[in-house]
């Protein structure tokens, strides 16, 4: 018996927290593999360019907006009951996608539902399972379970993108017209959806954020309280941050990569998937360096050699030592998001979580919403195609000196060690 007591004192993951990962994994899944035949399917069955442009702007903002609304009310009103709706609108949008193309209806949709047009993290999902595992398991093993929480979502995001192409690939040898041979992926990400709505039900009340106190029931604002101040100071950091990181999405690179060197979709889709692979594989270490070093000197001081090397990048002579540079990045370039994820949950208080984890991510959404169209002037022009990096480097390595400059001596008054 209480050999059975140490294991349990000793298993990180409770119920929920495996349930949390493996939700995770499913959506990311469905995000790759819609990420590879959206655009595709939009064009089959009769939009333009122009329309599905304008859908998938109208996506990213009504995803910043019901995600911001979804996770600031998620520790009032219950995160589980929040996460289920996410998964009920993300059923929503690939239901009525399978079986419209009426543009008008698709953009409503897409407005107020939960789609992703790549194979990033979109909606509510996210910042509320960030605050419900960190209810859930020990201060100090927070950093570690949030980087194989963003191993098994990159993993599973990749995976998707792999067999989406090739369920792709099998219906269109088989004759199936192009809308037909992209419809079972959109339908799948519908029935997905469904299938997290009822993995959602299955959470315990411990994943439940505490009772905001009645000192504080007054005062708060978008869910937030006593933390609202380093909140916002994150937030604006976190910003300038994806700002930069929106001039070298993966759409700008690989296009970039195209034009300076003629690769074609598939060794450009080659160099992306190993790429992919290795920043996954980066986040693994963060843990450690967090435990030795702390979590804002993991953060700064794996970003910016990141940065240095992105700024290399278009420098590089010929097309070996670009890739190289460009994978050598990747390898430490994802160190910082489950140490950001992670300080991000120490610094507020524990009712504050979804919110600060949503606020935080709708900041870096919109930040990163300006940069790629001013990318797309400079990618029009010969003599300034490779300003993107450059100004990529340039504002992240602003955004790692005022991280550290403001909060490098600001201790976690929720933890006592990352």
Same mark, same amino acid.
């Not at 789609?115 to 399972?129: A, N, Q, R, Y």
């Not at 595992?133 to 792999?162: E, H």
């Not at 991510?361 to 990618?379: K, N, Q, Y």
């Not at 480097?393 to 490098?408: E, H, M, P, Q, T």
């Given at each position: 018996? =209480? ?22 994994? %499913? ?39 019901? +995600? ?20 009920? /609108? ?8 399978? &079986? ?13 539902? &939960?789609? $992703?047009?790549?194979? =990033?993290? &979109? ?30 979502? +990159? ?5 998707? #993108? ?28 519908? *029935?997905? @959806? ?24 007054? +005062?708060?604002?978008? @869910? ?5 101040? *380093?909140?916002?100071? /994150?937030?604006?950091?976190?910003? /300038? ?11 700008? *690179? ?27 594989? !980066?986040? /693994? ?5 967090? =435990? ?15 940065? %240095? ?23 430490? !370039?994802?160190?910082? %998001? ?15 979580? $979804? ?6 991510? %709708?900041?870096? $959404?919109?930040? #990163?919403?300006? +940069? ?36 490098? $001596?600001? =201790?976690?008054?929720? &933890?006592?060690?990352?």
């Amino acid at each position: 018996m =209480k050999e059975n007591d140490r294991c349990r004192n000793h298993r990180v993951l409770t119920s929920d927290g495996l349930l949390l990962f493996a939700t995770r994994g %499913v959506r990311m899944f469905a995000y790759g593999f819609l990420s590879v035949v959206l655009v595709l399917y939009l064009k089959a069955v009769g939009l333009s360019e122009e329309q599905i442009g304008f859908l998938l702007t109208m996506t990213l903002l009504g995803d910043t907006v019901i +995600s911001l609304w979804i996770t600031t009310a998620a520790d009032r009103i219950g995160r589980k009951k929040m996460l289920i709706l996410g998964a009920l /609108l993300m059923a929503l949008v690939g239901g009525v996608f399978a &079986v419209t193309g009426n543009f008008s209806l698709l953009v409503i949709v897409a407005t107020i539902g &939960v789609l $992703s047009p790549s194979d =990033k993290e &979109v909606g509510p999902f996210l910042s509320i399972e960030q605050a419900a595992l960190t209810q859930t398991i020990p201060d100090k093993k927070r950093t570690a379970v949030f980087a194989w929480y963003n191993l098994v979502g +990159s993993l599973a995001a990749a995976l998707g #993108a792999l067999l989406g192409g090739f369920a792709c690939h099998y219906f269109l040898a088989r004759g199936a017209a192009e809308s037909n041979a992209y419809r079972p992926l959109v339908v799948a990400y519908a *029935v997905i @959806g469904l299938l997290l709505a009822v993995g959602f039900t299955r959470l315990s009340p411990a994943a439940e954020s505490p009772r905001i106190s009645d000192d504080h029931q007054g +005062s708060a604002w978008l @869910g937030l309280h006593r933390s609202r101040a *380093v909140v916002l100071r /994150l937030s604006a950091l976190f910003a /300038l941050d994806a700002f930069g990181g929106g001039f070298i999405i993966q759409s700008i *690179v690989a296009y970039w990569f195209h034009v300076r060197f003629n690769l074609d979709p598939a060794v450009l889709g080659s160099i992306f998937f190993v790429a992919n692979l290795f920043a996954a594989a !980066s986040a /693994l270490g963060a843990a450690t360096l967090a =435990k030795r070093f702390g979590l804002i000197n993991t953060m700064v001081f794996t970003h910016l050699p990141s940065n %240095v090397l992105l700024i290399l990048v278009p420098l590089m002579p010929n097309l070996t030592l670009a890739v190289t540079v460009l994978l050598i990045r990747f390898c430490i !370039s994802q160190m910082d %998001v489950p140490t950001r994820q992670s300080y991000t949950m120490a610094v507020v208080h524990p009712d504050e979580r $979804s919110a600060a984890a949503g606020i935080t991510t %709708v900041a870096r $959404s919109v930040g #990163a919403a300006i +940069s790629p169209t001013l990318a797309g002037f400079c990618l029009a022009h010969p003599g300034t195609i490779n300003v993107p990096f450059f100004v990529a480097g340039g504002v992240k390595i602003v955004y790692d000196l005022l991280l550290y400059r403001a909060f490098v $001596s600001h =201790k976690p008054d929720s &933890v006592s060690a990352p």
